[in-house]
């Protein structure tokens, strides 16, 4: 079969690669140039005991993970998880679309919002294109208005850093219902980041107070960016001949808003649906949307919580059965870490929603 992929971001690239293994002819659109990245570059962690790692080789180990409240911190130690730098020239993408690029066609700066521009020269249309995908939406798939938005304020940042450890900060000084994270580039770089959830993010107050952050580490500031995330309802994850995959088809942690591990399953999934002839939304079904339980459980903690809150919630890695979990290197305890944490998250939301 002739396949279209509309994107080269980390699902459309995997999806490509698994297509052209199966023997089908793969063909990929993208809309940016080849010189320009399709996203700020960043780093993006991923943790065993949050069930988040994707089946990707990774940039650097995550062996130390420092959890800070507004009244307490936590150094969490052992085989945590990993870390992939995303976006920019350097990215896991960008390295993905130069191993691919001699066996796999690469349409750049060619943007396609309907599947009818391809009309008629393939069989099958993918579409990758990203957070507020145009052909879902033209395609009716996906609702028009977001469900919920994301939006990350980043900073590249100078400074003394160890690669294998991160920080994050439960702070809403510096974050509206997320987080704050720095991960290392190298010894001396780093991605300085405060993710946001709302329609309505005051974004200039969190840069302000990320800015403070680095100022008082004494990291220097090089770039800074801004980026969106958007989450939305689908109906169907296929249609005829269109299918969608990765954060096309809001394939995104709505907790953290990472994206790796579920960008890379869903376009496996796709490719396998379309080769096996298989039910894509049965498999999606089966194999990974329960894998977002987790991901609500949080969100709905982070949407209520208050810095008392954050606090008991970093309290809980006290419990020497969690932090012992955690540390153990071992994914199913790890796992098992998580499900104490869930139900931890769970009775400090009652809570809030009793106050």
């Given at each position: 079969?002739?396949?279209a992929?509309i994107?080269?971001?980390?699902?459309?690239?995997?999806?490509?690669?698994?297509?052209?293994?199966?023997?089908?002819?793969?063909?990929?659109?993208?809309?940016?140039?080849?010189?320009?990245?399709?996203?700020?570059r960043?780093?993006?962690g991923?943790?065993?005991?949050?069930?988040?790692?994707?089946?990707?080789?990774?940039?650097?180990?995550l062996?130390?993970?420092?959890?800070?409240?507004?009244?307490?911190t936590?150094?969490?130690?052992?085989?945590?998880?990993?870390?992939?730098?995303?976006?920019?020239?350097?990215?896991?993408?960008?390295?993905?679309?130069?191993?691919?690029?001699?066996?796999i066609?690469?349409?750049?700066?060619r943007?396609?919002?309907?599947?009818?521009q391809?009309?008629?020269?393939?069989?099958?249309?993918?579409?990758?294109?990203?957070?507020?995908?145009?052909?879902?939406?033209?395609?009716?798939?996906?609702?028009?208005?977001?469900?919920?938005?994301?939006?990350g304020?980043?900073?590249?940042?100078?400074?003394?850093?160890?690669?294998?450890?991160?920080?994050i900060?439960?702070?809403?000084?510096?974050?509206?219902?997320?987080?704050?994270?720095i991960?290392?580039?190298?010894?001396?770089?780093?991605?300085?980041?405060?993710?946001?959830?709302?329609?309505?993010?005051?974004?200039?107050?969190y840069?302000?107070?990320?800015?403070?952050?680095?100022?008082?580490?004494?990291?220097?500031?090089?770039?800074?960016?801004?980026d969106?995330?958007?989450?939305?309802?689908?109906s169907?994850?296929?249609?005829?001949?269109?299918?969608?995959?990765?954060?096309?088809?809001?394939?995104?942690?709505?907790?953290?808003?990472?994206?790796?591990?579920?960008g890379?399953k869903?376009?496996?999934?796709c490719?396998?649906?379309?080769?096996?002839?298989?039910?894509y939304?049965?498999?999606?079904?089966?194999?990974?949307?329960?894998?977002?339980?987790?991901?609500?459980?949080?969100?709905?903690?982070?949407?209520?919580?208050?810095?008392?809150?954050?606090?008991?919630?970093?309290?809980?890695?006290?419990?020497p059965?969690?932090?012992n979990?955690?540390?153990?290197?071992?994914?199913?305890?790890?796992?098992?870490?998580?499900?104490?944490?869930?139900?931890?998250?769970?009775?400090?939301?009652?809570?809030t929603?009793?106050?």
């Amino acid at each position: 079969m002739r396949i279209a992929i509309i994107g080269s971001g980390m699902a459309g690239v995997s999806c490509a690669r698994a297509l052209h293994s199966f023997g089908h002819e793969v063909e990929i659109f993208e809309m940016m140039s080849k010189d320009s990245p399709t996203r700020p570059r960043q780093m993006e962690g991923s943790a065993h005991f949050l069930d988040n790692v994707p089946k990707l080789y990774p940039d650097q180990n995550l062996k130390t993970l420092e959890i800070r409240s507004p009244s307490h911190t936590i150094l969490l130690k052992g085989n945590i998880g990993f870390f992939y730098e995303v976006g920019g020239e350097t990215g896991i993408e960008a390295r993905e679309r130069r191993l691919i690029e001699e066996s796999i066609s690469i349409n750049y700066s060619r943007r396609v919002e309907k599947k009818e521009q391809l009309e008629g020269q393939f069989d099958i249309v993918v579409a990758a294109d990203g957070y507020s995908s145009r052909i879902a939406l033209e395609a009716g798939l996906r609702s028009k208005t977001p469900t919920q938005v994301g939006i990350g304020v980043g900073f590249t940042v100078e400074g003394d850093f160890n690669p294998e450890w991160t920080t994050i900060w439960l702070n809403n000084q510096l974050s509206l219902h997320g987080y704050a994270y720095i991960i290392p580039f190298s010894t001396t770089e780093a991605s300085l980041v405060s993710f946001s959830i709302g329609k309505n993010v005051p974004v200039k107050t969190y840069r302000k107070s990320l800015r403070q952050l680095a100022v008082s580490r004494g990291w220097k500031i090089l770039d800074e960016w801004v980026d969106f995330e958007s989450w939305y309802d689908f109906s169907s994850y296929q249609k005829d001949n269109l299918f969608v995959v990765g954060n096309a088809g809001s394939f995104t942690d709505p907790a953290l808003g990472f994206g790796l591990k579920w960008g890379v399953k869903s376009a496996k999934l796709c490719a396998e649906a379309i080769h096996k002839n298989l039910d894509y939304n049965l498999l999606l079904e089966d194999e990974l949307l329960p894998e977002f339980g987790s991901c609500q459980v949080l969100r709905k903690f982070f949407e209520s919580a208050s810095d008392q809150d954050y606090d008991r919630f970093v309290g809980s890695f006290r419990n020497p059965l969690v932090r012992n979990l955690v540390q153990s290197g071992r994914p199913i305890l790890q796992k098992l870490a998580l499900t104490l944490l869930l139900r931890r998250v769970t009775q400090l939301s009652k809570r809030t929603l009793l106050r």
